[in-house]
Nanobody, 116 residues
Framework: QVQLVESGGGLVQSGGSLRLSCAASGIMFNIYTVAWHRQTPGNQRELVANIRSGGGSYYADFAKGRFTISRDNAKNMLYLQMNSLKPEDTAVYYC??????????WGQGTQVTVSS
């Protein structure tokens, strides 16, 4: 059974930091491209950042310079360090894993709320 379990969300003041974690099980984590997406009510889920099996990463423009994605293949863990948080970063953040173009999995999400 595949599971992606996020943790680390919460309430933080504007300018603060949070570190999200995603624990993966049931997949060969090291071969998957993994990512963080986020979604606010009434809006589509959007990509925050991804990191490929070889380590290359991509960031959405709003994440560049503030967020850092990383992975630990030995622990089957994905992380997102978020600094200089803004109220507009408030969203549910989802862990995502994909391989081969047709296989993908989502976590259940973790709420991040940034107060002004």
């Amino acid at each position: 059974q595949v599971q992606l379990v996020e943790s680390g969300g919460g309430l933080v003041q504007s300018g603060g930091s949070l570190r999200l974690s995603c624990a993966a099980s049931g997949i060969m984590f090291n071969i998957y491209t993994v990512a963080w997406h986020r979604q606010t009510p009434g809006n589509q889920r959007e990509l925050v950042a991804n990191i490929r099996s070889g380590g290359g990463s991509y960031y959405a423009d709003f994440a560049k310079g503030r967020f850092t994605i990383s992975r630990d293949n030995a622990k089957n863990m994905l992380y997102l360090q978020m600094n200089s948080l803004k109220p507009e970063d408030t969203a549910v953040y989802y862990c995502y894993a994909a391989a081969g173009g047709t296989v993908y999995y989502w976590g259940q999400g973790t709420q991040v709320t940034v107060s002004s």
